[in-house]
C-alpha cells in the first residue's frame, strides 16, 4: 500500500466515479482502476462495486475509506506545518455555510486573502444536515451550521465553536399586513401561507409549529434565497428563520423585510457556529478564518 493508491481510492470515494477521479487528478483511467484493483488483493478486500454507473464503496470498504480519508487530512496536516515552518501559507480551503450572515463572510474572505493570499478557497451553501455529512466525508474543512442536541449526539468526532445562540422569528415583506408589528400571536401565523429555506432547524420549527399551534401552510421550501426574498418581497407569503439571517442582512435588503417575535410559542434555542473534525482543529488556516469570521461578527455588534 501507499499514498498514490490511498489518495486514488479517496477520490474515487469522492465522485464516485473513476472517470471523474481520472480527470480530477490527471491519471489514467487505467492506472486508476489497476492501482485500485492491486490494492484490493493486497488488503483482500473489495473496496468498490464497479459498474457503468459508477465506482460505489462496498459495505466491507467504507470502513477502510474513512480511514484512508483521515490519513489524507493528516498529510495535508505535515505539508501544512512544513510551509509554515518554511514561513509559506500554502492550501485550500473548502467552506460550506448556511445562509446566514453572507456579507460577513465576504468580508472574512477579503481579509483573509490579504493575510494569506496563497491558499485557494472554496464556498458552497447548503443545509446544516449537507454540511455535516459533507465534513464527515471530509469534503469541506469547516462549516457554518446551526446545531442542535440531536446533531451533535450523531456526529461524534466533530469541535463545534459557537458564537450565537438565538431563536426562531418570523419575516414579513415591508406591504405585509404584519409588518407594523414587533411581535405575532402564534396563531395569527396560521392565515398567512410560508415560504422557507430548507434547512434543518426551519423543519424542526414547522412540525414543532404544527404540533403544538396548528399546522402551517407550506407553500414551498427551497435553497434558493433569492427566491426566498422575491416572495417575501411582493407579499407573496411569510417566512422563517434564524433572527441572526436578518440582522447579516445588508440594509438595503433589511429595509423591505420585517422580523417578528412570535408570542404564545415555547421554542429551545439554537446555537450558531463553525464545525470541522477534531484531527483538522489545530490547522493554521482554518484556526485564522474562524477567529477572523467571528472578529468580523462582533464588529456589526449584534
Do not use: C
Not at 465506482?55 to 495535508?76: H, Q, R, Y
Not at 438565538?166 to 414587533?182: A, C, D, E, M, R
Not at 399546522?215 to 421550501?221: E, H, L, Q, T, Y
Amino acid at each position: 500500500m501507499n499514498i498514490e493508491q490511498i489518495q486514488y481510492v479517496v477520490e474515487v470515494a469522492k465522485t464516485k466515479s473513476i472517470t471523474t477521479a481520472s480527470y480530477n487528478l490527471h491519471v489514467t483511467q487505467s492506472a486508476i482502476s489497476q492501482s485500485i484493483s492491486n490494492l484490493e488483493t493486497e488488503l483482500g478486500i473489495k473496496l468498490f462495486t464497479r459498474s457503468r454507473n459508477g465506482a460505489v464503496p462496498t459495505s466491507e470498504g467504507k470502513n477502510i475509506i474513512l480511514k484512508m480519508l483521515d490519513v489524507i487530512s493528516s498529510i495535508e496536516e505535515i505539508k501544512e506545518e512544513a510551509n509554515n515552518q518554511n514561513g509559506i501559507t500554502v492550501g485550500e480551503l473548502r467552506i460550506a455555510a448556511i445562509p446566514i450572515g453572507m456579507e460577513i463572510l465576504i468580508n472574512t474572505i477579503s481579509n483573509f486573502k490579504k493575510d494569506y493570499p496563497n491558499v485557494q478557497i472554496q464556498i458552497s451553501e447548503k443545509g446544516s444536515g449537507d454540511i455535516l455529512e459533507d465534513i464527515h466525508q471530509n469534503k469541506v474543512d469547516i462549516g457554518l451550521i446551526g446545531l442542535n442536541e440531536n446533531m451533535d449526539k450523531k456526529y461524534a468526532g466533530l469541535t463545534f465553536t459557537k458564537f450565537w445562540e438565538g431563536h426562531i422569528v418570523v419575516f414579513v415583506g415591508k406591504n405585509s399586513p404584519l409588518s407594523s408589528f414587533k411581535k405575532v400571536p402564534a396563531k395569527e401565523l396560521l392565515k398567512y401561507p410560508f415560504v422557507l429555506y430548507n434547512e434543518e432547524y426551519v423543519n424542526e420549527f414547522v412540525d414543532h409549529f404544527n404540533r403544538s399551534i396548528g399546522k402551517i401552510d407550506v407553500w414551498f421550501k427551497t435553497n434558493n434565497t433569492s427566491a426566498l426574498s422575491r416572495a417575501l418581497k411582493d407579499d407573496l407569503a411569510i417566512s422563517a428563520g434564524y433572527d441572526l439571517s436578518f440582522r447579516g442582512l445588508p440594509q438595503n435588503e433589511k429595509h423591505d423585510l420585517s422580523l417578528l417575535e412570535i408570542e404564545d410559542f415555547v421554542q429551545d434555542s439554537k446555537s450558531v457556529g463553525w464545525i470541522q473534525k477534531e484531527s483538522k482543529s489545530n490547522s493554521l488556516i482554518s484556526k485564522e478564518f474562524i477567529n477572523l469570521y467571528i472578529n468580523e461578527f462582533k464588529k456589526r455588534n449584534f
